[in-house]
C-alpha cells in the first residue's frame, strides 16, 4: 500500500523565492498535518486539517506560510517570500479517526528545503 | 517549562544491555501517550502506545506514571538495529499532539 507521498524530496532556493510543497495523504485518512523540523526547535506543527477543513493553524509562522487542501489525495504548503530560516524538514502526515480523535500517525519522507 | 521534555542523549548504549529513558509532561490532563522512532534523515514512525497499566511488545516495555508524570521506556538486549531517536508524543487535554525534542540512543557493537 501506498503511504504518504510528499513532493519534492529535497528543494535548494534562493531567499525571495516561491515554495510550494506537496502532499498525497493515504487514501481514506481523515486528518492530515503538515509538520516542521530543526535541530534547535525539533517537531513543531504547523496546520492540521480534518476532513479536508483547516482546524488549527495556530503554528504557522507568519504570514508567508499557506496550506491548503483542495480535497481529500492532496494538500500543498507554500511559502512566499521564502527565508534562509525556513530552511527545515517538512513533513506531511496523515491519520485515521480513533475514537473520535486522530490515531497514529504516518509521515511521509519529508521534503527537505534549504533556502540560500 | 517545556511541556513535554526529555534528555536529548546521546545515550551510547553496547550491545545486548538494557536501555531505559524517560520523558516528563507537565499537563496533568494528558489524555494519551505514545513512543515514536526515528531514525537518521528519515521519517517518525510509530513505536508504541502507553496505557496505563503499562504495556510490552516484544523488547520494548512502555510505562506511564501519572502522579510524577512521566513515561518511560525499555529497551533490553539491545540490537544495533535499535540505534535511532524516540520521540515521546503526549495528547493534551485538547486533543492536541506535543511531541517532545527526542532522546538519542547509539547502540554500539
Not at chain 1, 20 to 27: D, G, H, M, N
Not at chain 1, 79 to 108: H, K, N, T
Not at chain 2, 1 to 20: H, I, L, M, S, Y
Amino acid at each position: 500500500d501506498a503511504g504518504v507521498i510528499q513532493s519534492p524530496r529535497h528543494e535548494v532556493t534562493e531567499m525571495g523565492q516561491e515554495v510550494t510543497l506537496r502532499c498525497k495523504p493515504i487514501s481514506g485518512h481523515d486528518y492530515l498535518f503538515w509538520y516542521r523540523q530543526t535541530m534547535m526547535r525539533g517537531l513543531e506543527l504547523l496546520i492540521y486539517f480534518n476532513n479536508n477543513v483547516p482546524i488549527d493553524d495556530s503554528g504557522m509562522p507568519e504570514d508567508r506560510f499557506s496550506a491548503k487542501m483542495p480535497n481529500a489525495s492532496f494538500s500543498t504548503l507554500k511559502i512566499q517570500p521564502s527565508e534562509p530560516r525556513d530552511s527545515a524538514v517538512y513533513f506531511c502526515a496523515s491519520s485515521l479517526v480513533r475514537g473520535g480523535l486522530p490515531g497514529e500517525l504516518f509521515f511521509g519522507e519529508g521534503s527537505r528545503l534549504t533556502v540560500l | 517549562r517545556k511541556e513535554v521534555e526529555q534528555d536529548p542523549g546521546p545515550f551510547n548504549v553496547p550491545e545486548g544491555a538494557t536501555v531505559a529513558f524517560n520523558c516528563t509532561y507537565s499537563n496533568s490532563a494528558s489524555q494519551s501517550f505514545f513512543w515514536y522512532r526515528q531514525d537518521c534523515r528519515k521519517e517518525p514512525k510509530l513505536l508504541m502506545s502507553v496505557y496505563s497499566s503499562g504495556n510490552e511488545d516484544g523488547r520494548f516495555t512502555a510505562q506511564l506514571n501519572r502522579a510524577s508524570q512521566y513515561i518511560s521506556l525499555l529497551i533490553r538486549d539491545s540490537k544495533l538495529s535499535d540505534s535511532a531517536t524516540y520521540l515521546c508524543v503526549v495528547m493534551d487535554s485538547n486533543y492536541q499532539l506535543i511531541w517532545g525534542a527526542g532522546t538519542k540512543l547509539i547502540i554500539k557493537p
